[in-house]
C-alpha cells in the first residue's frame, strides 16, 4: 500500500499563476485534510473533508479551492498564487473525522511563489 | 495564550538518556492527544496516541497524560541518534456544535548526541 501520496512533490510557480495540487490515499479512509507548515507556525489546517460529498473550511481557508473528487482523492487549487502562499503543504487522511483517529500524512509538496 | 504550547528546543540528550518533550493545552474538553515524529524535510509520522490519563508505553517511548494539569508528555528511553527529530504534539477536543477540532503544537526539537 503507498498510503498517501502527494503530487508534485516541488513546484515553482510565479505570482498569479494557478496550480492544483493533487492526493490520492489507498486505505479507505474517510476523511482527508490539506495542511501547510511554515517555520515557527506549525501544522495550519486549510481545509478538509470529514466524509466524501462534503469539504469545509479550516483555519487559513483564504486563497484556496478543494475538490472531494472520490473517497480516494482530495485535491487543493490555488486560483492566483501570491507569495505568502510559499509554505511546504502536507495531505492527510484518517479513518474518521480528525482527533478521534490518528492522521496519515502524505510527503509533502515544497511550493515557492516568486 | 496558544491553544497548544511546546517549547521549540532544541532540547540535546546524550545517547542512552531519557528525553522528556513536554506539551501543555488550554481547552479542558480535549480527549484526544497524539504525538508525531517529523525529521527534517519529511512528514510527521504518528508515534503515540494516549485518550485516557495515566501512561501508556510503546517500545522505547511512553506517553504519560493528566488532564487534571492539562499536559501531555513523551518519554524517549534509551535516546538513540536515530531519534534526532522534531516531535509535534496534537491535541483534540470535540466541539459543542458537533465535529473535531485538531491543533497542533509547533514542535520541539530533539538532538540525541553521540
Known amino acids: 500500500n503507498a498510503g498517501v501520496t502527494q503530487t508534485p512533490k516541488f513546484q515553482v510557480l510565479k505570482t498569479g499563476q494557478s496550480m492544483t495540487l493533487q492526493c490520492a490515499q489507498d486505505?479507505?479512509?474517510?476523511?482527508m485534510y490539506w495542511y501547510r507548515q511554515d517555520p515557527g507556525m506549525g501544522l495550519r489546517l486549510i481545509y478538509y473533508?470529514?466524509?466524501?460529498?462534503?469539504?469545509d473550511k479550516g483555519e487559513v481557508p483564504n486563497g484556496y479551492n478543494v475538490s472531494r473528487l472520490n473517497k480516494r482523492e482530495f485535491s487543493l487549487r490555488l486560483e492566483s498564487a501570491a507569495p505568502s502562499q510559499t509554505s511546504v503543504y502536507f495531505c492527510?487522511?484518517?479513518?474518521?473525522?480528525?482527533?478521534?483517529?490518528?492522521?496519515?500524512f502524505g510527503n509533502g509538496t515544497r511550493l515557492t511563489v516568486t | 495564550q496558544k491553544e497548544v504550547e511546546q517549547n521549540s528546543g532544541p532540547l540535546s540528550v546524550p545517547e542512552g538518556a531519557i528525553a522528556s518533550l513536554n506539551c501543555t493545552y488550554s481547552?479542558?474538553?480535549?480527549?484526544?492527544f497524539f504525538w508525531y515524529r517529523q525529521y527534517s524535510g519529511k512528514s510527521p509520522e504518528l508515534i503515540m496516541s494516549i485518550y485516557s490519563n495515566g501512561d501508556k508505553e510503546d517500545g522505547r517511548f511512553t506517553a504519560q497524560l493528566n488532564k487534571a494539569s492539562q499536559y501531555v508528555s513523551l518519554l524517549i528511553r534509551d535516546s538513540q541518534p536515530s531519534d534526532s527529530a522534531t516531535y509535534l504534539c496534537a491535541v483534540n477536543a470535540i466541539l459543542t456544535g458537533g465535529g473535531n477540532k485538531l491543533t497542533f503544537g509547533t514542535g520541539t526539537q530533539l538532538k540525541v548526541e553521540l
Open positions: 486505505m479507505n479512509h474517510n476523511s
Open positions: 492527510a487522511s484518517s479513518l474518521i473525522d480528525r482527533g478521534q483517529s490518528p492522521l496519515h
Open positions: 481547552d479542558r474538553v480535549s480527549q484526544s
Open positions: 473533508s470529514a466524509s466524501e460529498g462534503t469539504t
